[in-house]
């Protein structure tokens, strides 16, 4: 079973577009849940409508990854938000999802690719996130089916 740790939320782009810019400063909000919309991505965030079969309408990342992150690169006070992914999860083998369909509390999504790291994930997580998330970034999905996403409690 795949458990919801975290979800966020942000009303704009800090890294997305902004290459040889300086970052953006729209905050990244831990929220109960969220509302998942069938082709269009999760409503209030960033990605939202962002284009037609666009194939990050929603992010996961992987809260054992995060976990491990933090004791090997001795980073205990790295938060998952810096990540800027939708759902931090917890008990999914996200690579394997890559080209399926899967569910999460009666939502659908297809896997569509890694969420790749970036160098903005080196002031945003750790000096060092980049590389060492190179693989295990995350996963790009697209939503199939309207829901809510909650956080397990």
């Known amino acids: 079973m795949i458990r919801v740790r975290h979800l966020f939320v942000s009303g704009g782009h800090n890294f997305f577009g902004h290459h040889n810019q300086p970052a953006g400063e729209f905050p990244t909000v831990e929220v109960d849940e969220i509302e998942c919309v069938a082709g269009h991505g999760i409503r209030d965030d960033r990605f939202f409508d962002f284009k037609p079969d666009y194939k990050g309408q929603i992010t996961f990342f992987a ?43 009666g939502v659908r999504f297809l896997g569509v690719e890694e969420c790749k790291p970036c160098h903005w994930m080196n002031g945003a997580v750790h000096p060092r996130a980049e590389e060492w998330l190179r693989g ?18």
């Open 63 to 105: 809260w054992e990854t995060f976990a491990q992150l933090q004791r090997e690169l001795d980073a205990p006070a790295a938060r998952p938000s810096g990540t800027r992914r939708n759902v931090i999860t917890e008990g999914a083998d996200l690579p394997s999802l890559i080209g399926r369909e899967f569910e999460i509390q």
């Open 136 to 153: 295990r970034g995350g996963l790009r999905a697209k939503i199939l089916t309207d829901g809510i996403l909650r956080r397990d409690v």
